[in-house]
């Protein structure tokens, strides 16, 4: 099977990918079509001082569907049609109006972003070395203190904040602190 590429209607992926999925059960295409995929990754945001953890398309507009092609190396006019027929798909990426399959290292870039075990989300954060900030959460509640470093792989910030007359490292998560 080879991951041919869907141009769909934008915010409109995940439909397309239910429908399809729902189509090919109806119309018995298991054995020719494979897996149809929309990667998309979790991002933590803070917004009003409240965390949020939202999913993002990692490839807004398209859908990715596994086909079984024809002993000639066409799609079987039965999955092109339903594919062609379904509500919010455009057209497949190719050249000269035919369909071009994803090369392998492509594909396997896809396979790995969509099927990725859960992981620690991401964080989205509007914090930069030497902004003043106040710690609103934890143990060290209403300290202040000056970002030395955004640790963006763990989701932390280091902030030097002066405790007892001394100053000290804190190793604190995004939504832990608030922009003064």
Request: charged share 30%; aromatic share 8%.
């Given at each position: 099977m080879q991951f041919f590429t869907l141009r769909v209607a934008s915010n409109k992926e995940d439909r397309v990918r239910e429908a399809l999925v729902r189509k090919v059960k109806?119309?018995?295409?298991?054995?020719?079509?494979?897996?149809i995929l929309v990667p998309v990754e979790r991002i933590r945001s803070i917004k009003d001082g409240k965390r949020r953890d939202t999913d993002r398309k990692l490839y807004p507009g398209y859908v990715f569907i596994e086909l079984e092609l024809d002993k000639n190396g066409m799609i079987p006019d039965k999955v092109w049609f339903m594919i062609k027929e379904t509500d919010g798909v455009?057209?497949?990426?190719?050249?000269?109006?035919?369909?071009?399959?994803?090369?392998p290292p492509d594909q396997a870039k896809i396979i790995e972003a969509a099927e990725?075990?859960?992981?620690?989300?991401?964080?989205?954060?509007?914090?930069?070395?030497?902004?003043?900030?106040?710690?609103?959460?934890?143990?060290?509640?209403?300290?202040?203190?000056?970002?030395?470093?955004?640790?963006?792989?763990?989701?932390?910030?280091?902030?030097?904040?002066?405790?007892?007359?001394?100053?000290?490292?804190?190793?604190?998560?995004?939504?832990?602190?608030?922009?003064?």
């Open positions: 109806i119309e018995a295409l298991e054995d020719r079509v494979g897996r455009g057209d497949f990426i190719g050249s000269n109006g035919k369909p071009s399959p994803m090369t990725r075990p859960e992981e620690p989300v991401s964080a989205v954060s509007s914090f930069k070395k030497d902004d003043k900030v106040k710690v609103t959460e934890g143990p060290f509640v209403n300290f202040e203190g000056t970002v030395d470093e955004v640790v963006p792989d763990k989701g932390t910030v280091k902030i030097i904040a002066t405790i007892f007359g001394r100053a000290t490292t804190l190793e604190l998560e995004y939504w832990q602190i608030e922009k003064m």
